[in-house]
């Protein structure tokens, strides 16, 4: 088992930057799939990243190019690196684990407790 806790969340302005951090705790998160998911209020949870253990990469259409997904096996974390931000990015957003690299929200196994993004206009 893993356990994930998110941070970096918070109020930024839009055209600003954030860095969300997953800390995991248990089995080292180098042995599965990371996910970065988001949800907005009365919208479904999507996955807006996700990297495999091989380092493969996905990114929804609509981060492309603005979002980076990482991970450092060393430290035991992934990150997700968010620049120009929209106030359509404005989500909690959460880190997942899976055994297979897929966008599958059922997929995932395992859940942090999510952080909330807010970006102003």
């Known amino acids: 088992q893993v356990q994930l806790v998110e941070s970096g969340g918070g109020l930024v302005q839009a055209g600003g930057s954030l860095r969300l951090s997953c800390a995991a705790s248990g089995r080292s998160s180098s042995t599965y799939t990371m996910g970065w998911f988001r949800q907005a209020p009365g919208k479904e949870r999507e996955c807006v990243a996700a990297?495999?253990?091989?380092?493969?990469?996905y990114y929804a259409d609509s981060v492309k190019g603005r979002f980076t997904i990482s991970r450092d096996n060393a430290e035991n974390t992934v990150y997700l690196q968010m620049n120009s931000l929209k106030p359509e990015d404005t989500a909690v957003y959460y880190c997942a684990a899976a055994t297979i690299f897929t966008v599958r929200r059922g997929s995932y196994d395992y859940w942090g407790q999510g952080t909330q993004v807010t970006v102003s206009s």
């Open positions: 990297m495999s253990r091989s380092g493969s990469t």
